[in-house]
């Protein structure tokens, strides 16, 4: 158990729909990370929370968005789901001395 | 903007042989370099990091990696490799965006280790 929590693990729905994902950071990490793993694009980076703040932004769909929550626990929604969207989606958290610790990943499959 | 390559998508090695996976870097300035693991089904797990110091970084599950700045390179090695360390690869460099504060980390495409017995 690395102490990031991503759930679901896996996820299955239909084109055109919204889900959303969800990760809780390990104790006392203040950042967040989106990532996104599929096979032709291989790992990219979505997007950057600082203790509730949008830091940094990498290829992310205008279809989705994140937030970060006071409790530190950040969610990453999805809508108007495409097929191209399935993917593995791991969330990561920062601690000190550059740590940077990674979920399990929610396997999303858009059928 | 940092950036990592992994020129080999495979590496394959007999059990008990030493393994190299190959990594090269690009960035402005000192480079912060990490390698993960990927096991199938599973999160990326760390091994190692560069930041400063030994050129020579030792890792988890007796992984190593030497830091060659003249040639760019951040390789991973093993002395005697392990059916068990089959899996996927990743090497990584800390990026950054500058007016924000913001940070990430860049992945290289990954290289598949498979060792066999």
């Known amino acids: 158990d690395s102490g990031v929590t991503q759930t679901p693990k896996h996820l299955i729905t239909a084109t055109g729909q919204r889900v959303t994902l969800r990760c809780s950071p390990r104790s006392g990490d203040l950042s967040v990370y989106w990532y996104q793993q599929s096979l032709d694009q291989g790992l990219q980076f979505l997007i950057q929370?600082?203790?509730?703040?949008?830091?940094a932004k990498g290829n992310i769909l205008e279809r989705f968005s994140a937030q970060q929550f006071p409790d530190l626990h950040s969610e990453l929604n999805l809508s108007s789901l495409e097929l191209g969207d399935s993917a593995l989606y791991f969330c990561?958290?920062?601690?000190?001395?550059?740590?940077?610790?990674f979920g399990s990943g929610t396997r999303l499959t858009v059928v | 903007a940092q950036s990592v390559a992994q020129p080999e998508d495979q590496v394959n090695v007999a059990e008990g042989n030493p393994l190299t996976v190959k990594c090269t870097y690009s960035v402005s300035g000192n480079p912060y370099l990490f390698w993960y693991v990927q096991y199938p089904n599973r999160g990326l797990q760390f091994l190692l990091k560069y930041i400063t110091g030994d050129n020579l970084v030792k890792g988890s599950y007796g992984f190593e990696a030497e830091f060659n700045k003249s040639q760019t390179s951040f390789h991973l090695k093993k002395p005697s490799a392990l059916v068990s360390d089959s899996a996927l690869y990743f090497c990584?460099?800390?990026?950054?965006?500058?007016?924000?504060?913001?940070?990430?980390?860049?992945f290289g495409g990954g290289t598949r280790l498979m060792v066999k017995p």
């Open positions: 929370y600082y203790n509730g703040e949008e830091r």
């Open positions: 990561a958290s920062l601690g000190l001395g550059y740590g940077y610790t």
């Open positions: 990584a460099v800390r990026d950054y965006f500058g007016n924000n504060a913001g940070n990430m980390l860049t």
